[in-house]
């Protein structure tokens, strides 16, 4: 939405430049009619150029009202504007001299303006039109009253050699300022694209330093829980207080695990984990951790093997990353999940497939980004988490839609290919 209030700034901006040129252009062409009718004491019809300069008067006050209205400013409007300009000149010279004007250059003046903020189509057709103009200007135009009525034939070349000049001019500028307009407009969309990548990371530390934080301040708490509970579970209770005690020490491991994956998250070492595993084990050893946390989960897997030799870095940072992504498919699911994991010699391909309410709308510019499910509880924090682990451990995560409804989550892990674990 940014992108777009911008983008619509930028044209009203650029029309506003246009009517400012267009008012300059008409006190010109008032003035060179003034000078060459007193100055010069050369007859120029006095209706006809009346009518054009009246004309894009009309236009250019009507192009004023436009600039005041909050509406968006479209390049084919802004082309439609330049048109009016090369039509108003193409006028102005039919009624004084035409290709024998010597101010028939200013047809390159709307064609340098369409290169740089037109697209590369519509640079190209103003160019055709203005060399259009321009060339029928060479054969139809009211005679400039009898000025270059001695000059001979050099003079008709003269005037052959200005009109091929200026098509020549015309081409270089579609060429090459399209070619130029289009390198700077890339490198906008890059340097925006690193800007959003920096308040990205900003937002990534300022994350670690509040989780390094929360994991320095509740890992004392959680540890005296965890002995307590220990030891309460040695004492002389019943079988369904210890049951109890239990399920609240696992609990208390599930609360430090989630500290771990947070600080790993952020760029801490407290993670365990880290060895080389074979990819079936892997996927097993989370699925049945899974399964340890929802009870009530129905999932199936399917696998398209690879190479056997192929391993994963298995750390615990990335189990509860994938958990996670699994617990919002099943929080945003009635369904069955369904897991496809297939591998070849480089990377892993995990998909988590669920029928729940889909995606939220995309934004409409920008580079992409982790989009949001349109589950109850959302996909924030936990999901920013797990992009921030896989990034950092080499992967990807991208969402879609899938046709007859739900998420299709596709994860992909860097491997490492011949070892053995």
């Known amino acids: 939405m940014t992108d777009r209030v911008a983008e619509d700034q930028t044209g009203r901006r650029n029309l506003r430049r246009l009517f400012a040129l267009r008012s300059l252009m008409i006190g010109a062409y008032l003035l060179g009619w003034g000078g060459v009718v007193w100055l010069l004491d050369v007859h120029l019809p006095v209706l006809p150029m009346a009518g054009v300069i009246g004309l894009l008067v009309v236009a250019n006050v009507w192009t004023w009202r436009r600039t005041r209205r909050g509406q968006a400013i479209g390049h084919w409007e802004f082309f439609a504007q330049l048109g009016i300009d090369t039509l108003g000149l193409a006028a102005v010279l039919y009624l004084s001299g035409g290709a024998t004007n010597p101010f028939a250059w200013l047809f390159l003046l709307p064609l340098m303006i369409a290169a740089t903020v037109l697209p590369g189509y519509m640079v190209w057709a103003m160019a055709a039109l203005a060399i259009a103009c321009y060339s029928l200007l060479m054969f139809r135009f009211v005679p400039f009253g009898g000025v270059h009525a001695h000059h001979d034939q050099s003079f008709a070349q003269h005037v052959f050699g200005m009109w091929f000049g200026f098509i020549m001019s015309a081409l270089l500028v579609a060429w090459f300022v399209v070619g130029m307009a289009s390198t700077l407009r890339r490198r906008d969309r890059l340097l925006a694209q690193a800007r959003e990548q920096c308040l990205r990371d900003e937002q990534l530390v300022a994350l670690g330093t509040l989780a390094t934080g929360a994991a320095h301040e509740l890992g004392t708490p959680l540890a005296t829980m965890a002995v307590l509970t220990r030891e309460l579970e040695r004492a002389d209770v ?6 109890r005690l239990k399920i609240l020490r696992a609990q208390i491991e599930r609360c430090k695990q989630a500290l771990s994956v947070i600080s790993a998250s952020a760029g801490e070492t407290r993670a365990e984990g880290g060895g080389l595993a074979r990819i079936p084990v892997f996927v097993d050893e989370v699925l049945a951790e899974w399964r340890r946390q929802r009870l009530d989960a129905r999932i199936s897997v399917e696998t398209e093997a690879g190479p056997d030799t192929d391993r994963i870095l298995d750390e615990h940072t990335l189990h509860q990353s994938l958990i996670n992504l699994l617990n919002n498919a099943a929080d945003a699911s009635r369904d069955a999940l369904t897991l ?7 990377r892993l391909s995990l998909e988590i497939l669920d029928r729940g309410p889909g995606l939220h709308p995309a934004p409409t510019a920008g580079p992409p980004r982790p989009r949001a499910s349109a589950k109850e509880y959302g996909m924030g924090l936990g999901l920013f988490l797990t992009h921030a682990t896989l990034q950092r451990l080499g992967g990807e995560i991208a ?7 739900g998420t299709r989550t596709r994860i992909q892990l860097p491997l490492v290919a011949g070892q053995r674990s």
């Open 238 to 243: 019943d079988d369904a207080t210890r049951h």
């Open 399 to 405: 969402l879609f839609e899938r046709e007859a409804g």
């Open 340 to 346: 496809k994991v297939s591998w070849d010699d480089r």
